[in-house]
């Protein structure tokens, strides 16, 4: 079965500072992974989405991802956090199940942004 | 303005009360999926439909249902609402036939059941 794993549940970081939050999938074959974003009272905004070629995707907001297959990883970096940053990121895996494409998500990760 | 739409907003319910959550999508997507987002559990779904005339149960189905008559609407219905229904739901289209195309979401509709 497919799952995503999203070890930090929160996370802050200094405005200015870089930022990386964490993901890790289990599926088993070629991944489809996607990273949304989520501001308070807000439905999920995609920030980026990896299916094939390039390892390294760049996504709107200055966000990038990077998939790794040999660690089952698809880590989100930012290399300068801004305030407007602080959402919820959810990492989400798809595929197939049942006859039905699927999106699998990690719980999130809370980013705090300090001044 | 393209997009998903739902309402109400927000709803307090009494329990044991009927209750349709209503989507629609302006982008001719042919997939639309109903998710539930508790605190600590991330994103569950409910029920999704692949295209119009079928759906089909998702991972927490039981005490919903969904119809999609047509390409555009897919409303949710809690038939007798009970406390364990009080979460966030949203909405969320996919343009098939590819498996990588994402999901376009809904701004949501909370809902706190009494």
């Known amino acids: 079965a497919q799952s995503v794993t999203q070890p930090d549940i929160h996370i802050t970081v200094s405005e200015g500072a870089s930022l990386e939050l964490r993901c890790n999938y289990s599926?088993?074959?070629?991944?489809?992974l996607f990273w949304y974003v989520q501001s308070p009272g807000q439905g999920l905004q995609l920030l980026l989405k990896?299916?094939?070629?390039?390892?390294l995707v760049q996504g709107i907001k200055g966000f990038e991802a990077e998939f790794k297959r040999s660690q089952s990883s698809f880590n989100l970096r930012k290399p300068s956090v801004h305030w407007s940053d602080a959402a919820e990121y959810f990492c989400?895996?798809?595929?197939?199940?049942?006859?039905?494409?699927?999106?699998?998500f990690g719980k999130g990760t809370m980013l705090l942004v300090s001044p | 303005i393209a997009g998903i739409t739902q309402a109400p907003t927000s709803q307090i319910l009494a329990a044991g009360r009927r209750m349709t959550l209503r989507c629609t999508q302006d982008?001719?997507?042919?997939?639309m999926y109903w998710y539930r987002q508790d605190l600590g559990l991330g994103l569950r779904l409910i029920h999704y439909?692949?295209?119009?005339?079928?759906?089909g149960k998702g991972e927490v189905p039981d005490g919903y249902s969904v119809s999609r008559a047509n390409t555009d609407d897919f409303p949710l219905t809690l038939a007798s609402a009970v406390p364990s229904q009080t979460s966030v739901y949203f909405c969320?289209?996919?343009?098939?036939?590819?498996?990588?195309?994402?999901?376009?979401f809904g701004p949501g509709t909370r809902l706190t059941v009494l």
């Open positions: 969320a289209s996919r343009n098939q036939p590819t498996t990588y195309n994402e999901q376009f």
């Open positions: 599926y088993g074959a070629t991944p489809y």
């Open positions: 990896y299916f094939s070629g390039d390892t």
């Open positions: 989400a895996v798809g595929g197939v199940k049942s006859g039905y494409s699927t999106l699998t």
């Open positions: 982008m001719r997507h042919n997939a």
């Open positions: 439909s692949n295209t119009a005339g079928t759906t």
